[in-house]
C-alpha cells in the first residue's frame, strides 16, 4: 500500500527555467494539498485540489505558480521562471474524505534554483 | 503576533524521559488540531489528531487541547532515541479543510 509519493526528490533548475513536481495520492484518495517549506520557516499552505478542480489556492503566489489535478495521472504543481527564492522543500499530502483532517504526506521534492 | 507559536527548541533528553511539547494560538476559531513528526529530510507523518478541546492518547503519546488558553500540548513517555525528530503541531478551522496552519517545529534529541 504505497504512501503519497513525489518526484522527483530532487531538481534543481537555472533561473528563468520551469519547474514541473509531481504527486500521485494514495491510491483512493481524491484530495490533494500542497505545501512549501522554506529553509528555518514552517510548513505553509499553497493549494488544495481534487479531481479536476482547486478548492483552494489562497496560499498560492499570484504570479508563476500553477497546480493540476487532472482526472488520470498525478497531480502537478507548475512553477514558470523560477527564481532563486523558489528554491525550498515542496510537499504533497493527500485525504480520502471531505472533513478529514489528517492528511498523508509525501517525502517532499527539495528544488534548488542556481 | 503569529498565529502559531512552537519553541523551535532544540530539546535534549535523555531515554527515557518525559517528553512534553507545546504549541500557542491566537486564531479562537481553530477547532482541528494535529501533532505531526518529521525526520530529516522527510515529510511529515501524523501522530496525532484531536477536534475541539480535551485529550486523547495514542501509546506512548497523549495530546492536549485547552480552547480556553489557546494551548496545545504533546507528551512522550518513556522516550526513545527513535523518537529524535522535529515534531510540528498543526491546526486549522472548520471548513477550511486544505489550509492547515503550522508550527515550525520543535527539534527533539532523545540520548541513549
Known amino acids: 500500500n504505497a504512501g503519497v509519493m513525489q518526484n522527483p526528490r530532487h531538481l534543481v533548475r537555472r533561473r528563468g527555467q520551469e519547474a514541473r513536481l509531481r504527486c500521485s495520492p494514495v491510491k483512493g484518495h481524491s484530495h490533494v494539498y500542497w505545501y512549501r517549506q522554506l529553509p528555518e520557516e514552517g510548513l505553509k499552505f499553497m493549494v488544495y485540489?481534487?479531481?479536476?478542480?482547486?478548492?483552494?489556492e489562497s496560499g498560492m503566489p499570484k504570479e508563476r505558480f500553477s497546480a493540476e489535478f487532472p482526472k488520470e495521472g498525478p497531480s502537478i504543481l507548475r512553477i514558470q521562471q523560477v527564481v532563486r527564492g523558489d528554491s525550498a522543500a515542496y510537499f504533497c499530502?493527500?485525504?480520502?474524505?471531505?472533513?478529514?483532517?489528517?492528511?498523508?504526506f509525501g517525502s517532499g521534492t527539495r528544488l534548488t534554483v542556481v | 503576533q503569529k498565529e502559531v507559536e512552537q519553541d523551535p527548541g532544540p530539546l535534549s533528553v535523555p531515554e527515557g524521559a518525559i517528553v512534553s511539547l507545546n504549541c500557542t494560538y491566537s486564531?479562537?476559531?481553530?477547532?482541528?488540531f494535529m501533532w505531526y513528526r518529521q525526520y530529516s529530510r522527510k515529510g511529515p507523518e501524523l501522530l496525532m489528531y484531536?477536534?475541539?478541546?480535551g485529550n486523547k492518547e495514542d501509546g506512548r503519546f497523549t495530546a492536549q487541547v485547552d480552547k480556553s488558553s489557546k494551548y496545545i500540548s504533546l507528551f512522550i513517555r518513556d522516550s526513545q532515541p527513535s523518537d529524535s525528530a522535529t515534531y510540528l503541531c498543526a491546526m486549522s478551522v472548520a471548513g477550511s479543510q486544505g489550509n492547515l496552519i503550522f508550527g515550525k517545529g520543535t527539534k527533539l534529541s532523545v540520548k541513549p
Open positions: 484531536t477536534y475541539s478541546s
Open positions: 486564531n479562537s476559531a481553530f477547532q482541528y
Open positions: 485540489l481534487q479531481k479536476e478542480n482547486i478548492i483552494d
Open positions: 499530502a493527500s485525504s480520502p474524505l471531505e472533513g478529514n483532517y489528517g492528511y498523508t
